[in-house]
T-cell receptor, first 113, second 115 residues
Framework: EDQVTQSPEALRLQEGESSSLNCSYT??????LFWYRQDPGKGPEFLFT???AGEEKEKERLKATLTKKESFLHITAPKPEDSATYLC??????????????FGKGTLLTVNP | GAGVSQSPRYKVAKRGQDVALRCDPI?????LFWYQQALGQGPEFLTY????????KSGLPSDRFFAERPEGSVSTLKIQRTQQEDSAVYLC?????????????FGPGTRLLVL
């Protein structure tokens, strides 16, 4: 069974204070690792897909990296508008579940001005 | 619209009532998914459609939950005889391809409260 653990559960930063969110996973054959952002009362908004270890993707102040066991979401010089819950999900190739996403509980990021 | 839409956005039901939640996927998207998100948790898979075929319903919590996508576009998730434990946000997602590795785009969700 695919499993995703995110840490920390909550993170409070000052504006401009860079940090990283962690996503540890176990999966039977990784098809993709996904990062989403979720604002209160809204659905998850797609950020990145990573497919293989060593891959990196960037978007504005966010950079996602992937190893065989974990992924990091690095936030550089965050702004208050980056405050949200960040969700990590995996899509595995084993057991006929090669399409559903298995999510972690998320990291609630708060960036103070 | 360009994204996934869901209706209603909010639904309050009395215990024992039946509810129907609608999802309009992104036009042309083959795959459609339903997820359930409890407060403070990540979304959990309920069921998956490829066009009109329901290929996986292993995540549906009980036989009170039923989903359909008769024409391969709009989908409805129906919950019969609602219970308080059904209170959650129900998210719909669609994807342009079958199989794995393709991005799922989510709608805003329907927040269901069962009293």
């Amino acid at each position: 069974e695919d499993q995703v653990t995110q840490s920390p559960e909550a993170l409070r930063l000052q504006e401009g204070e860079s940090s990283s969110l962690n996503c540890s996973y176990t999966v039977s054959g990784l098809r993709g690792l996904f990062w989403y952002r979720q604002d209160p009362g809204k659905g998850p908004e797609f950020l990145f897909t990573l497919y293989s270890a060593g891959e990196e993707k960037e978007k504005e102040r966010l950079k996602a990296t992937l190893t065989k066991k974990e992924s990091f979401l690095h936030i550089t010089a965050p702004k208050p508008e980056d405050s949200a819950t960040y969700l990590c999900a995996v899509q595995g190739a084993g057991g006929g579940s090669n399409y559903k996403l298995t999510f972690g509980k998320g990291t609630l990021l708060t960036v103070n001005p | 619209g360009a994204g996934v839409s869901q209706s209603p956005r909010y639904k309050v039901a009395k215990r024992g009532q039946d509810v129907a939640l609608r999802c309009d996927p992104i036009s042309g998207h083959v795959s459609l998914f339903w997820y359930q998100q409890a407060l403070g948790q990540g979304p959990e898979f309920l069921t998956y459609f490829q066009n009109e075929a329901q290929l996986d319903k292993s995540g549906l919590p009980s036989d009170r939950f039923f989903a359909e996508r008769p024409e391969g576009s709009v989908s409805t998730l129906k919950i019969q005889r609602t219970q308080q434990e059904d209170s959650a946000v129900y998210l719909c997602a669609s994807s342009s391809k079958d199989g794995g590795g393709w991005t799922q785009y989510f709608g805003p969700g329907t927040r269901l409260l069962v009293l």
